[in-house]
């Protein structure tokens, strides 16, 4: 097994094993909340606690997906049910804000990942989302064929990558929306394992608009 497969085995197991104690005491803090009246002004501080339990706990799943991206499991896949199944549950419809358009010439196939390439594209498109800050938008999103090189692009209307990010947005712990910082680490580790190559730039929406580039399989 290769240092970094070890390593990521590693940080899943830590991260897994976090889950459990952590779990314990954010029900011990539920429970210590219930037994105070809601006026009581300690009750503040357990919501204070309950709430940085949260940002552990979706720190720690992110940590566990972001440990099993490397190891990737071909199969056939149709592209646009990809997108589809990528998009699905992530853009806002109530009220129209978020507008989605799918693009994807004929019933293109290719021997990927399902799962994880479905939740790679899935972050992209939820970073869009998050960069629209509740303003309305358009989101982008293609799949194509050509020759042996199978093509996914993911562009938004937002605002764009800020600059001071640019250089370092595809690092774990990289963050400008107060998330994680893990989406796009995960999003470069299955491109990669995949053989790939990922580059963002501004697209003609006018926010960001990523590239993800997979060589048939080797
Ligand atoms: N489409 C986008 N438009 C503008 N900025 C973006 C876009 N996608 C990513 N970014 C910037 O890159 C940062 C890193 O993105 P990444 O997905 O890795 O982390 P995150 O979204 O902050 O947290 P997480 O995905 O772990 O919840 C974001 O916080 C944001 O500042
Ligand atoms: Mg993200």
Redesign the pocket.
């Known amino acids: 097994m290769s240092v970094s497969m070890e390593l990521d085995r590693f940080a899943g197991m830590i991260a897994h094993e976090l889950r459990n104690p952590l779990a314990s005491a954010t029900t011990n803090l539920a429970v210590a909340a219930d037994l105070m009246e809601e006026t009581d002004p300690r009750s503040a501080f357990i919501r204070r606690a309950e709430k940085e339990m949260d940002r552990i706990r979706?720190l720690l799943d992110?940590c566990i997906e972001l440990a099993t991206a490397g190891r990737i499991d071909r199969r056939d896949v149709s592209l646009p049910q990809l997108l589809q199944d990528a998009a699905e549950g992530l853009v806002p419809s109530r009220n129209g804000d978020v507008e989605l358009r799918l693009d994807v010439a004929g019933t293109p196939r290719a021997r990927i990942d399902p799962s994880l390439m479905q939740r790679a594209i899935g972050?992209?498109i939820?970073?869009?989302v998050?960069?629209f800050g509740g303003e309305p938008g358009t989101i982008g999103i293609s799949a194509s064929r050509t020759g042996n090189e199978v093509r996914f692009t993911v562009e938004?209307s937002?605002?764009?990558?800020?600059e001071e990010?640019r250089a370092r947005?595809?690092d774990p712990l990289?963050?400008?929306?107060?998330?994680?910082?893990?989406?796009?680490?995960f999003?470069k580790k299955v491109v990669e394992a995949h053989g790939g190559t990922i580059e963002v730039g501004r697209g003609e929406l006018g926010?960001?608009r990523?590239e993800i580039r997979i060589p048939e399989e080797e």
Do not use: H, Q, W, Y
Not at 175 to 183: I, M, N, Q, Y
């Open positions: 979706l992110a972050n992209l939820e970073n869009a998050k960069a938004d937002g605002p764009g990558i800020p990010l947005i595809f990289v963050t400008g929306l107060k998330g994680s910082g893990l989406g796009l680490a999003v926010g960001a990523f």
